[in-house]
C-alpha cells in the first residue's frame, strides 16, 4: 500500500506543481523516489510532528497541496491540536497519511499500535477520512484527496498487500462490493477486507451466504450504499482494525438506526486495551487472532449471530 | 471615535508613536466594553505592532489576499483586541467595527481569528504560530515570492516545545525570510518567567540554535524599526527579543501580573486613556 501510495503521489505531482510530501524522519525505501523526483516538495522535517502539522499548515495556507507521512500514532495523535486548529480550523489543504494502521507493525508493540486513530481524526471538522483495504483503493484515493482541496486523513497499511478485486474502481467515496451474498452482509474497513474475503469462504462451506464490501471511505460515509448493502440479509456485520468506540462499527450503527426494520448489526473490533497490561508481541496475524478477527473466528462469531434466536450478541470480547 | 482621536490615514505614512497610542486606546474601549482580559499582554507588544505596520510590513489593505504580502503570524493570540486595532487603524476594515469586539455573533473573537480581513492565522492555544510561519516561510522562499513573514511570540509561549521544533527547524533551512519577535515582558500568565519556568539565557539560547540574534528595548520606536527593518541576514532567519514591560503605557498596569486578567473599570479607562494619549 504505502508503495502504490508514493508511486501515485509521484504521478501527480509531476503535472500538479502544488503537491508537498514531508514525513517525520520515516519512510526508508519508500519515499526516496518521490525525494528523487521532486526534491524542491519534499521535506524530511524530522522527528517533530507538531512542528510538520504546523509546517504543513503554512504550506497549505500559501496554497500548496501537502502531504505529511509517518507512522500510525505520529501524525495524528502526537499533534492532534495542530490539525485542529492549524489545518482543518484554516481549511488548509493537507492530507494526513498514517502508515501502519492497526497492527500492521505487529511485534514492534503498543507504541506503533494504531487503533484509536480514525475515530480522533473523524471527528476533527471538516476533514475526509479513508481506510482502503488494497492498493487500489489506494491509488483511488489519492488521486481523489489530491483533487479535493480540503483535509483528509489516509490511514494505510503497510506493503504487500493484494489487490483484492481486478474491477476499477469508481468513486472511491462509495462503498465497493467485492462479494456477493444472500444471507449476510459483511462490511470491512481497511486489509480485514482480505479476512472478510477468506471468512466468507468458510461460511460458504456451512451453508452460509456473504456479500462482502469494502468501505474505503468513512467520512463522508456513503449511506445510501450501506443502506442498500443491508438490503435483504438476516445479518449486517461491521469488521475493523480498531476498537469499537468511535469507529466504523458504529458509523455503521448510526445510519441503519435510522432504517426501519434494519437488519441486527454485529460489529467486529479489537478490543479495548486493558490499562497497566503489557501488550504481547505478536505478528499482525497472530495480533488479530487474538482480537478475534482471524478468518475462522470472523466466520464462527458470524455463524453463532446467525443462528441465535436473540440476534447477535454486540461486540463485547473475541469468544 | 472620541474627540481626542480624529480618523487616521489609510496608509502607512502614519508616525508610529501616534499608531501606538491609537491602537493603545482602541484596545483599551475594547476590553472595558467587553469586559475582557489580557490588556496587559496587548500593551506589551503594542509598539512593536506600531512599528510593524507603519515602517516594516509591504501590506495593501486593498489587496489583503496579494500572494506577495508580508505574512504577519500573531502566535499570542490571547492579545488580540491590539492586533484588531492595529488592522482597523492600517485600513483593513473601519475602526467603529472594533466595538463589535467579543460581541455575540460578531467575528472579532476574544482570541485572535483569521476571519477578520488582515488576520493571516488564528491562534490561542500557544505554540502554534511559529510552525505555521515556517511553512509560510518555505512556501514563499519556494515559490520565488519576496514576502517575509514575521511571528511575534510571548515568552510564556516559549516554554511550548513545538516552538523549539521550529526554532531547530527554520536555521537549518535557512529561513532568512524568516523573522521572529518575541514580546518579552518576563511574565507570564501565572507569575513571574524566572519563577515559573527560566528562559535564560534566552538570546544564547537563539544564538546556539543558529538565529541571528537580536536584543532591543520593545518600546524603542527607532530601535525596533532598525532591528526589524534590516534587511535580512544572508544565511539565518532572524528573531528580535524585544525587552518590554507588560501593561506599559499606563502607569497602574505596568509590570504586574493582574493585567493579563483584569479589565478596567470606567474609571480605571479614563485614567488610562489620559495617561496614554498625555505620553
Same mark, same amino acid.
Not at chain 1, 471538522?125 to 479535493?148: H, K, L, M, W
Not at chain 2, 491609537?22 to 500593551?43: K, P, Q, T, Y
Given at each position: 500500500?504505502?508503495?502504490?501510495?508514493?508511486?501515485?503521489?509521484?504521478? =501527480?505531482?509531476?503535472?500538479?506543481?502544488? =503537491?508537498?510530501?514531508?514525513?517525520?524522519?520515516?519512510?526508508?525505501?519508500?519515499?526516496?523516489?518521490?525525494?528523487?523526483?521532486?526534491?524542491?516538495?519534499?521535506?524530511?522535517?524530522?522527528?517533530?510532528?507538531?512542528?510538520?502539522?504546523?509546517?504543513?499548515?503554512?504550506?497549505?495556507?500559501?496554497?500548496?497541496?501537502?502531504?505529511?507521512?509517518?507512522?500510525?500514532?505520529? @501524525?495524528?495523535?502526537?499533534?492532534?491540536?495542530?490539525?485542529?486548529?492549524?489545518?482543518?480550523?484554516?481549511?488548509?489543504?493537507?492530507?494526513?497519511?498514517?502508515?501502519?494502521?492497526?497492527?500492521?507493525?505487529?511485534?514492534?508493540?503498543?507504541?506503533?499500535?494504531?487503533?484509536?486513530?480514525?475515530?480522533?481524526?473523524?471527528?476533527?471538522?471538516? =476533514?475526509?477520512?479513508?481506510?482502503?483495504?488494497?492498493?487500489?483503493?489506494?491509488?483511488?484515493?489519492?488521486?481523489?484527496?489530491?483533487?479535493?482541496?480540503?483535509?483528509?486523513?489516509?490511514?494505510?497499511?503497510?506493503?504487500?498487500?493484494?489487490?483484492?478485486?481486478?474491477? @476499477?474502481?469508481?468513486?472511491?467515496?462509495?462503498?465497493?462490493?467485492?462479494?456477493?451474498?444472500?444471507?449476510?452482509?459483511?462490511?470491512?474497513?481497511?486489509?480485514?477486507?482480505?479476512?472478510?474475503?477468506?471468512?466468507?469462504?468458510?461460511?460458504?462451506?456451512?451453508?452460509?451466504?456473504?456479500?462482502?464490501?469494502?468501505?474505503?471511505?468513512?467520512?463522508?460515509?456513503?449511506?445510501?450504499? =450501506?443502506?442498500?448493502?443491508?438490503?435483504?440479509?438476516?445479518?449486517?456485520?461491521?469488521?475493523?482494525?480498531?476498537?469499537?468506540?468511535?469507529?466504523?462499527?458504529?458509523?455503521?450503527?448510526?445510519?441503519?438506526?435510522?432504517?426501519?426494520?434494519?437488519?441486527?448489526?454485529?460489529?467486529?473490533?479489537?478490543?479495548?486495551?486493558?490499562?497497566?497490561?503489557?501488550?504481547?508481541?505478536?505478528?499482525?496475524?497472530?495480533?488479530?487472532?487474538?482480537?478475534?478477527?482471524?478468518?475462522?473466528?470472523?466466520?464462527?462469531?458470524?455463524?453463532?449471530?446467525?443462528?441465535? @434466536?436473540?440476534?447477535?450478541?454486540?461486540?463485547?470480547?473475541?469468544? | #471615535? %472620541?474627540?481626542?482621536?480624529?480618523?487616521?490615514?489609510?496608509?502607512?505614512? #502614519?508616525?508610529?508613536?501616534?499608531?501606538?497610542?491609537?491602537?493603545?486606546?482602541?484596545?483599551?474601549?475594547?476590553?472595558?466594553?467587553?469586559?475582557?482580559?489580557?490588556?496587559?499582554?496587548?500593551?506589551?507588544?503594542?509598539?512593536?505592532?506600531?512599528?510593524? *505596520?507603519?515602517?516594516?510590513?509591504?501590506?495593501?489593505?486593498?489587496?489583503?489576499?496579494?500572494?506577495?504580502?508580508?505574512?504577519?503570524?500573531?502566535?499570542?493570540?490571547? &492579545?488580540?483586541?491590539?492586533?484588531?486595532?492595529?488592522?482597523?487603524?492600517?485600513?483593513?476594515?473601519?475602526?467603529?467595527?472594533?466595538?463589535? *469586539?467579543?460581541?455575540?455573533?460578531? %467575528?472579532?473573537?476574544?482570541?485572535?481569528?483569521?476571519?477578520?480581513?488582515?488576520?493571516?492565522?488564528?491562534?490561542?492555544?500557544?505554540?502554534?504560530?511559529? %510552525?505555521?510561519?515556517?511553512?509560510?516561510?518555505?512556501?514563499?522562499?519556494?515559490?520565488?515570492?519576496?514576502?517575509?513573514?514575521?511571528?511575534?511570540?510571548?515568552?510564556?509561549?516559549?516554554?511550548?516545545?513545538?516552538?523549539?521544533?521550529?526554532?531547530?527547524?527554520?536555521?537549518?533551512?535557512?529561513?532568512?525570510?524568516?523573522?521572529?519577535?518575541?514580546?518579552?515582558?518576563?511574565?507570564?500568565?501565572?507569575?513571574?518567567?524566572?519563577?515559573?519556568?527560566?528562559?535564560?539565557?534566552?538570546?544564547?539560547?537563539?544564538? &546556539?540554535?543558529?538565529?541571528?540574534?537580536?536584543?532591543?528595548?520593545?518600546?524603542?520606536?527607532?530601535?525596533?524599526?532598525? &532591528?526589524?527593518?534590516?534587511?535580512?541576514?544572508?544565511?539565518?532567519?532572524?528573531?528580535?527579543?524585544?525587552?518590554?514591560?507588560?501593561?506599559?503605557?499606563?502607569?497602574?498596569?505596568?509590570?504586574?501580573?493582574?493585567?493579563? *486578567?483584569?479589565?478596567?473599570?470606567?474609571?480605571?479607562?479614563?485614567?488610562?486613556?489620559?495617561?496614554?494619549?498625555?505620553?
Amino acid at each position: 500500500m504505502r508503495n502504490t501510495f508514493v508511486a501515485t503521489l509521484e504521478e =501527480i505531482a509531476a503535472r500538479d506543481p502544488r =503537491i508537498w510530501l514531508l514525513n517525520g524522519d520515516l519512510g526508508f525505501s519508500v519515499l526516496e523516489r518521490f525525494a528523487e523526483k521532486h526534491p524542491g516538495r519534499y521535506l524530511n522535517v524530522g522527528v517533530a510532528e507538531q512542528n510538520m502539522a504546523g509546517i504543513a499548515a503554512g504550506l497549505g495556507m500559501s496554497g500548496n497541496t501537502v502531504f505529511v507521512y509517518s507512522i500510525g500514532n505520529f @501524525p495524528t495523535l502526537r499533534c492532534l491540536e495542530q490539525l485542529r486548529n492549524d489545518v482543518c480550523y484554516h481549511g488548509a489543504d493537507v492530507k494526513v497519511v498514517s502508515v501502519g494502521g492497526g497492527y500492521a507493525y505487529g511485534s514492534q508493540g503498543y507504541t506503533h499500535h494504531a487503533l484509536e486513530d480514525v475515530a480522533v481524526m473523524a471527528v476533527l471538522p471538516g =476533514i475526509e477520512v479513508f481506510v482502503p483495504s488494497d492498493p487500489a483503493e489506494v491509488r483511488a484515493i489519492v488521486a481523489a484527496v489530491a483533487a479535493s482541496g480540503k483535509p483528509a486523513y489516509l490511514r494505510l497499511s503497510r506493503a504487500g498487500e493484494p489487490v483484492l478485486d481486478p474491477r @476499477p474502481i469508481g468513486d472511491v467515496r462509495r462503498v465497493r462490493p467485492l462479494r456477493d451474498g444472500s444471507d449476510v452482509a459483511i462490511l470491512a474497513s481497511g486489509p480485514v477486507a482480505r479476512a472478510a474475503l477468506a471468512a466468507a469462504d468458510l461460511l460458504a462451506e456451512r451453508g452460509v451466504s456473504a456479500r462482502v464490501l469494502s468501505v474505503p471511505c468513512l467520512k463522508p460515509l456513503d449511506r445510501d450504499g =450501506i443502506v442498500a448493502a443491508a438490503a435483504g440479509v438476516r445479518l449486517v456485520v461491521t469488521i475493523e482494525e480498531h476498537i469499537a468506540r468511535g469507529g466504523f462499527g458504529r458509523e455503521v450503527a448510526a445510519v441503519l438506526i435510522g432504517e426501519p426494520g434494519h437488519p441486527p448489526l454485529l460489529t467486529l473490533a479489537v478490543p479495548e486495551t486493558d490499562p497497566g497490561k503489557g501488550c504481547v508481541a505478536g505478528d499482525r496475524d497472530a495480533l488479530l487472532a487474538a482480537a478475534g478477527l482471524s478468518p475462522a473466528a470472523i466466520a464462527d462469531r458470524i455463524r453463532a449471530a446467525v443462528r441465535s @434466536p436473540e440476534g447477535p450478541a454486540r461486540e463485547g470480547r473475541p469468544p | #471615535m %472620541p474627540d481626542t482621536m480624529p480618523e487616521s490615514p489609510r496608509d502607512n505614512t #502614519m508616525d508610529p508613536a501616534e499608531f501606538a497610542r491609537r491602537i493603545r486606546v482602541h484596545a483599551l474601549r475594547m476590553v472595558h466594553r467587553a469586559n475582557a482580559s489580557h490588556i496587559g499582554s496587548c500593551f506589551s507588544m503594542a509598539d512593536v505592532l506600531a512599528v510593524l *505596520y507603519t515602517r516594516v510590513l509591504r501590506l495593501d489593505p486593498t489587496r489583503p489576499d496579494d500572494p506577495d504580502r508580508d505574512r504577519f503570524v500573531l502566535s499570542k493570540g490571547h &492579545a488580540a483586541a491590539i492586533l484588531y486595532a492595529a488592522l482597523a487603524e492600517r485600513g483593513f476594515f473601519p475602526p467603529a467595527l472594533l466595538d463589535d *469586539y467579543s460581541r455575540n455573533g460578531s %467575528p472579532f473573537t476574544g482570541h485572535v481569528s483569521h476571519a477578520i480581513p488582515g488576520v493571516e492565522v488564528s491562534t490561542g492555544s500557544l505554540g502554534h504560530g511559529l %510552525p505555521i510561519a515556517t511553512g509560510l516561510a518555505l512556501a514563499a522562499r519556494a515559490a520565488g515570492r519576496p514576502s517575509r513573514v514575521v511571528c511575534l511570540l510571548s515568552d510564556g509561549e516559549c516554554d511550548e516545545g513545538s516552538n523549539w521544533e521550529a526554532i531547530l527547524f527554520a536555521p537549518h533551512h535557512r529561513l532568512t525570510n524568516l523573522t521572529v519577535i518575541v514580546d518579552h515582558n518576563k511574565i507570564q500568565s501565572f507569575g513571574r518567567v524566572d519563577e515559573v519556568l527560566d528562559l535564560a539565557p534566552f538570546a544564547d539560547k537563539w544564538r &546556539a540554535f543558529g538565529w541571528r540574534t537580536v536584543e532591543v528595548d520593545g518600546h524603542d520606536l527607532g530601535a525596533l524599526e532598525g &532591528a526589524l527593518g534590516a534587511p535580512p541576514d544572508p544565511e539565518k532567519p532572524r528573531v528580535v527579543i524585544a525587552h518590554t514591560v507588560k501593561g506599559r503605557g499606563v502607569s497602574f498596569m505596568e509590570d504586574r501580573l493582574e493585567w493579563h *486578567y483584569k479589565s478596567p473599570s470606567a474609571e480605571q479607562l479614563a485614567q488610562a486613556v489620559a495617561e496614554i494619549l498625555g505620553s
